[in-house]
């Protein structure tokens, strides 16, 4: 069973940045592909971006391509979301799950992912 545990975001004005970070606990974290989600007021959960457990490939959501960067360190178990010229729009609750993989797979499909950690607001003021 892995835990994941969500951090960093808060309120911040448009065009600042935030960094997200997610620490896995219970499990082997190489073992997973790793992506983040967002949920906003009455939308769907969908997907902001995925990276692969060695780090080698990432793939974005066009809304955040350019803006967002993922990255992970696996000698801590923690993978990060840097969000750099936020919007209103990017306004959220940010999820980071975990997708049990063998290879350097990447999946935008919320069911590829096995687990889920309790999400972090993200507030972007106009």
């Known amino acids: 069973q892995v835990q994941l545990v969500e951090s960093g975001g808060g309120l911040v004005q448009a065009g600042g940045s935030l960094r997200l970070s997610c620490a896995a606990s219970?499990?082997?974290?190489?073992?997973?592909?790793m992506g983040w989600f967002r949920q906003a007021p009455g939308k769907e959960r969908e997907f902001v971006a995925s990276?692969?457990?060695?780090?080698?490939?990432?793939y974005y959501a066009d809304s955040v391509k350019g803006r967002f960067t993922a990255s992970r360190d696996n000698a801590k178990n923690t993978v990060y979301l840097q969000m750099n010229s936020l919007r209103p729009e990017d306004t959220a609750v940010y999820y980071c799950?975990?997708?049990?993989?063998?290879?350097?797979?990447?999946?935008?499909?919320?069911?590829?992912?096995?687990?889920w950690g309790q999400g972090t607001q993200v507030t972007v003021s106009a």
């Open positions: 799950a975990a997708y049990l993989v063998s290879g350097d797979y990447i999946s935008t499909y919320l069911p590829s992912y096995d687990y």
């Open positions: 990276i692969t457990w060695s780090g080698r490939r990432t």
């Open positions: 219970g499990g082997t974290f190489t073992s997973y592909t």
